[in-house]
Every structure is written in structure tokens, then in C-alpha cells.
């Protein structure tokens, strides 16, 4: 059954800093939806609160949150001050959206920074789940959606492109999503789980990603540091895409790629080039996966 309203509905984003959570936030919250959303950056998720906030109607309420989901204890007290905040004991929606890239290869790069995307994209998702899903159970009518990746289909960038952290995250998050449909559907019926597959989108996730594994703001790498992280024949494909400028300085190619966030005025020339539906939120409205 679809959910025909937000209005009235508490739900949960995360990575709402900025890119697809900010938009979420903003236009759950235009439809009578209160939101927490928390972020790795506590300034960009505090942005997006008050965006939110200014553009809803009277009754619904945004907060922001600092949390890194890729530690269980800061997911459990994100999901406390949630309640707290919004004095109540369930959520209606949650939408698993943080993420981040990076740990290109598994045979030569470090070690340290694909764990922590791995973390991230997959820890991120499951932590989630378990710290909600009782309590989309306590809403009587819950909805979970993930967000996995093109990538979760194609585990590279292409030829000579290896994104073995990432990718093997969003498998990992299509995989368990696609078991939950059947699992809620025998156990849980209460809720239903939907599955985010994006493709590019024009987001901040690359300088994003720079900051959670601690390197500097795109503009300030040095072009051995971008040509590192941005091999070559990456750049190739990504300028054949126009996605990078051509003729360009490395450093100018890393600030292109972190392209300003989709807002309301802007998503339908940034988001998913394909067939898509006509707002962030319709994936939650169904039909869904179970």
C-alpha cells in the first residue's frame, strides 16, 4: 500500500548535510513531514535544518545531529535524541542515504581508508536498521529505504577503474535490502523497505568524502594528490562524460567533480539523467518493496 501523505510523519535521514539527504530533508519537511536528519559535519547539517525548517509549514519540526554512522554508539544516541527531541516513541520513515567514496583497489591501496568507507556505506546502512527498524515496527505503518548505488550492479568505474570499497559496500546494501522485503513481509509487515540505486548525481559526495578521510578541500590538493585519487584514464572517462572539464589542471578537475548539491530549483537538471521519479521522496511513497 502507498503512503499517501507525509504530513504528520517523523522521519530519519541520514547524510543530510548536503546532496540527496539535504533535498530529502527540504522536501519531506514542504509536505507537513518533521525530519531529524544527522550528518558527519555538524555546520553543513545545521544548513540544512534551518533550509528546512524556513520552507515547512506550521507544526513540523527539523533538527539536525551530528553523527558518524559508521559507530554503532553515536547511531544509538542519534536515535535517542531523536526521540527526544521529537517527543515520540517511533519514527515513520527512515531513509539511509550517508555515504561516501573511495578505497579504490584492494590490492594496492591503504588499508585503513577502504575500511572506513566500507564502514561508512555498509556499517552506516545495517547500524541504521538496527537501531529503527523497532521502531518503524512501533509506527504501525513504516518505511525503510536504502540507498545503494549503480555501483551496487557494477562493482567498477570502468576499465583500469577499480572501486572495490564502495562497491562492494553497495552490494552488500542491495543485497540486504533485497533479503528484507521478504523478511518484513513474513516478520515484520508493519513495514516496508525500499531500494535507491542512484546513478551520478550532482552532489558535494566527493569533497564529502575527502573530509572523512581526512584530506584537504579540493582546491587545496596538490596535482599529485588529485592525479592519485584520480588516475588518468579516470579523468578520461569522466571529461568524455562532461562530467570534468577537458585541458584543465588536475586541481581545477577535483573542484569540478564536487559539484554544488541539487536544491529545489535545480534538481531536474542535476539528478539521474535517466528515467526518474518527479521527487525525492516518491520512493517512499510505493509501491514498496514489500
Known sequence: MAMDSFAGKLAVVTGGGSGMGRELTRQLAGQGCSVAGCDLNPDTMAETADLAQAEAPAGVRVTGHACDVADEAQ???FRDEVLAEHASDHVDLVFSNAGAGGGGSFAAGDREEWERIFAIDWWGV??????FLPLLIASGDGVLVNTSSVNGLWASLGPGMPQTAYSTAK???RGFTEALIEDLRTNAPQVRVALVLPGHVGTNIVANSFRARGLPEPENLSD???SEMIPAAMRDVLIQGSILPEGRPATTCAS??????PTSGTRRRSARPRR???SWTACARGPGGS
Do not use: E, G, I, K
Open 75 to 77: 547511531v544509538l544516541r
Open 224 to 226: 599529485a594528490q588529485v
Open 126 to 131: 545495517y547500524y541504521c536498521a538496527r537501531a
Open 256 to 261: 569540478s567533480w564536487c559539484r554544488p548539491a
Open 276 to 278: 526518474r521519479p518527479s
Open 171 to 173: 552490494f552488500a546494501v
